[in-house]
């Protein structure tokens, strides 16, 4: 036989004003990171990112660092974990600082020598800007390459 159903727990002031205060905070913190458009908040950052469309026949535009080591080759530095540890977000999240102060590419060349000390080392780094013009959403054409900063790996 069913039983009755039993009345509803109550919450007592103190509980209902500490949810309704969490509940506050965590809104107002949301709202506030979407208003400054910032990913420093993560996860409660914008991720602007993902919020427009792209112009199908626009243009695509990335960063990579180039490296000339030791041997004098010149090749593309591995912007991931296993590479120098830093992902091409990361680079890309911070460009602005790069490009105002080129010497923190210093810390991509010691990451390259201690996670691959039997490979040449970086003697110079560059930051490029790659441009790819798209023709109904597809690539067209070659892409373009922009030297942003470079900098001279100190021993």
Do not use: C
């Not at 102060?101 to 990451?111: C, F, N, V």
């Not at 054409?141 to 021993?155: D, F, K, M, Y």
């Amino acid at each position: 036989m069913p039983s009755e159903p039993s009345e509803p727990i109550r919450l007592r002031r103190l509980p209902r004003a500490w949810r309704l205060t969490a509940t506050a905070a965590v809104l107002g913190v949301l709202a506030t990171a979407q208003f400054v458009d910032t990913n420093d908040w993560f996860p409660f950052g914008s991720l602007s990112q993902y919020a427009t469309a792209r112009d199908l026949n626009g243009t695509v535009k990335s960063i990579s660092i180039e490296a000339v080591n030791a041997s004098g080759e010149t090749l593309r530095v591995p912007l991931n974990q296993t590479g120098v540890g830093v992902g091409r977000a990361e680079i890309e999240g911070q460009l602005g600082r790069i490009l105002a102060d080129p010497a923190l590419l210093q810390s991509i060349a010691d990451a390259h020598a201690g996670l691959h000390p039997d490979e040449p080392a970086y003697t110079e780094l560059t930051v490029v800007r790659s441009t790819r013009a798209l023709v109904d959403g597809r690539p067209s054409g070659e892409p373009t390459h922009e030297a942003l900063a470079t900098w001279t790996v100190q021993p």
